[in-house]
């Protein structure tokens, strides 16, 4: 059995154990795009804020081409740089500033990929959020170790086909689990 320290999430869903006790990430659905050596980096993807789309567009001075677009949901994606746009988009594409997470699955910040959405051609699905999860090196292996996390391997579908609040049950349901039935507490013999 692999080391947890050897283990790869990038792709995988972190699944906030019900006794998150840091309020940036209770009840959360974090996707990892990228966890190697140099530590991890991840979205929430089930936490709507209170913008959408066309009043991200708006702020940035870009009209919205694709009115299906418009009410789109922006998410927090984490308390690092809360300021900044990443957005998670299939398929990869070539825009200027894009980590490839898997083949067919991107994260790119430059601003082109929202230009390109302006004009009608941007990518085929994406979800955009403020800021991001990140991770010193070995610190989510602890944090796993420390049952702060479950983990599963993440399916495209729940991030870009279930509506945010439907989205940590399916994760749930990946690993068999009613989130429901978790307990805040470790059990006790």
Known sequence: MPSVSSVNLTHHFLIAMPNM???NFSRTLTFICEHNDN???????NRPIDLTLSGLFERLDLSLATPGLADAPVYYGGPVQADRGFVLHTPVGAWSSTLPVREHLGLTTSRDIL???????GPERMLVTLGY??????QLEQEIVQNAWLTVEAKDEILFELPPDARL?????????DFAKLH??????
Do not use: F, Q, T
Not at 39 to 45: D, F, I, N, S, Y
Not at 115 to 121: D, F, L, N, Q, Y
């Open 169 to 177: 049950n399916a994760a749930m349901g990946l690993l068999g689990i």
């Open 184 to 189: 805040d507490g470790a059990g006790h013999a």
């Open 115 to 121: 230009e390109a959405v302006s004009k009608g051609a």
């Open 133 to 138: 999860a990140g991770w010193a090196p070995g």
């Open 21 to 23: 006790a840091d309020p």
């Open 39 to 45: 530590g991890a980096l991840g979205l929430v993807v």
